[in-house]
């Protein structure tokens, strides 16, 4: 069995963050695996509170994992502080996984802060251009290229502007955009669009999680990026389609949905 490891903060109420990540890696037939930076008091409303894996401990982490197995792909997810940036940063840089996913996870469903701005440029310039592919939505690519995005023509500038940092592939997820819901890889030398029917639902809690790790899953399991990107794709289409009724806010997505729609 493929393997996939995700570096990222968690969610208690299990519909984004590393949770959110194993459903996914699990449901794809990939083998979870986790790296705890951020211990998230969240729910499907609101963040309460934030508390920082120390980053001695983020790097022990890692190293249980890559000392006795093999990991085919790596998805990072929160990564709220510079201290903790830089402790993954020289972790992958000392064991060169492969094939990595990075969501610049900054802000929740809700709207609320997960990334202070002193860490946005950290990240940017140390774990951004070790990644495979990085997977901001519209506001985070808006806050990483420096520029309004309003059309798939602004999401194809984002493109080459985030490319430029050094990551091979960019995707800017249209999630934010009226419309159906279009997102834009960048290889460098070519754009694909990915669109499907916007599903009409409130309960999107963790998409974005569900997404990278769907990317990561895919990529563990040999397939190429423009491949990974669409098979992830239509995977949380499906996810969002049989959403959950949990929680009075912005509910999660169905990670099971292939095992049951109900």
Not at 2 to 27: E, F, H, P, R, Y
Not at 217 to 241: F, H, M, N, P
Request: proline content about 4%; hydrophobic content about 40%.
């Amino acid at each position: 069995m493929k393997t996939a490891l995700s570096i990222a903060g968690s969610d208690c109420s299990g519909g984004a963050g590393l949770q959110a990540d194993i459903k996914t890696m699990s449901s794809l037939g990939v083998f979870g695996m986790s790296v705890v930076v951020a211990v998230v008091a969240e729910n499907t409303s609101r963040v309460i509170s934030i508390l920082d894996v120390e980053p001695k401990m983020i790097k022990d982490q890692i190293d249980s994992i890559f000392e006795d197995i093999q990991v085919d792909a790596v998805k990072i997810g929160m990564l709220s502080t510079p201290v903790s940036i830089a402790a993954v940063y020289e972790k992958l840089v000392e064991y060169k996984p492969k094939n990595i996913v990075v969501d610049p996870v900054m802000y929740a469903k809700n709207g609320c802060a997960l990334m202070p701005p002193s860490s946005i440029d950290s990240l940017l310039s140390t774990i951004v251009p070790l990644a495979t592919v990085i997977t901001p939505n519209i506001p985070e690519a808006e806050c990483i290229a420096k520029m309004e995005i309003k059309t798939i023509d602004d999401m194809k500038t984002a493109c080459k502007i985030i490319h430029n940092l050094g990551v091979p592939n960019v995707l800017v997820k249209g999630g934010h955009y009226d419309g159906d819901a279009t997102d834009i890889l960048y290889d460098g030398a070519n754009f694909y669009s990915f669109v499907t029917e916007r599903i009409n639902t409130k309960n999107t809690h963790g998409t974005g999680c569900t997404l990278s790790s769907a990317i990561a899953s895919y990529l563990a399991k040999g397939e190429d990026i423009v491949t990974a990107v669409k098979l992830a794709k239509d995977y949380v289409t499906e996810a969002i389609r049989y959403s959950l009724e949990i929680g009075k806010g912005n509910g999660p997505t169905n990670h099971f949905w292939k095992f049951y729609k109900d």
